[in-house]
T-cell receptor, first 111, second 115 residues
């Protein structure tokens, strides 16, 4: 079935550092979504992308819809301890009606 | 702040018990979803309801039985579960099913432990 490859699987960084994670697919996607999940909670939507090349920011977070429509990345600038959690990419492709999720990137921030 | 609520937040049950999970969305959406999230696995879609009709059953065992009485409420009835069914069960809703911007909003989940 359709899969999204998300990398890295985990990151351990120092507070204040910038973070970058990405998601790739073998097929074209129409929509890319980025979620964050805190321990014991459900995923919370961070950014939604609907057009190839689109670059959208939400505070210190910036995400881009790749021009090939097969990838997306999420950047976090000047990380803080509350950025800790698991970040998921998700998307809709041309063929399916269901949302496909990546495996998640676990982010750990050292104060 | 989420418009999707789930109860209970935690549930411990024996393999012979019958219990139900409840989800309610206050977003005016028409589609609702159940997902299973196990440790070290991607989110697994279980069921999809669109305008109260089930449109997707992702090969889920019959010991999980969904019910959608209206567009705002979704239940997951559980009976004779197995220990491997222990997981975080997430409910989500969206304006509609179908791709292209049907962003899903998640509830906080029910942490289920089967003894």
């Amino acid at each position: 079935g359709q899969q999204l490859n998300q990398s890295p699987q985990s990151m351990f960084i120092q507070e204040g550092e910038d973070v970058s994670m990405n998601c790739t697919s073998s097929s074209i996607f129409n929509t890319w979504l980025w979620y964050k999940q805190d321990p014991g909670e459900g995923p919370v939507l961070l950014i939604a992308l609907y057009k190839a090349g689109e670059l959208t920011s939400n505070g210190r977070l910036t995400a881009q819809f790749g021009i090939t429509r097969k990838d997306s990345f999420l950047n976090i600038s000047a990380s803080i301890p509350s950025d800790v959690g698991i970040y998921f990419c998700a998307g809709f492709n041309n063929a399916g009606n269901m949302l496909t999720f990546g495996g998640g990137t676990r982010l750990m921030v050292k104060p | 702040e989420t418009g999707v609520t789930q109860t209970p937040r935690h549930l411990v049950m024996g393999m012979t018990n019958k219990k139900s999970l409840k989800c309610e969305q206050h977003l005016g959406h028409n589609a609702m979803y159940w997902y299973k999230q196990s440790a070290k696995k991607p989110l697994e879609l279980m069921f999809v309801y669109n305008f109260k009709e089930q449109t997707e059953n992702n090969s889920v065992p019959s010991r999980f039985s969904p019910e959608c009485p209206n567009s705002s409420h979704l239940f997951l009835h559980l009976h004779t579960l197995q220990p491997e069914d222990s997981a975080l069960y997430l409910c989500a809703s969206s304006q509609r099913t179908g791709g292209g911007g049907d962003t899903q909003y998640f509830g906080p989940g029910t942490r289920l432990t089967v003894l």
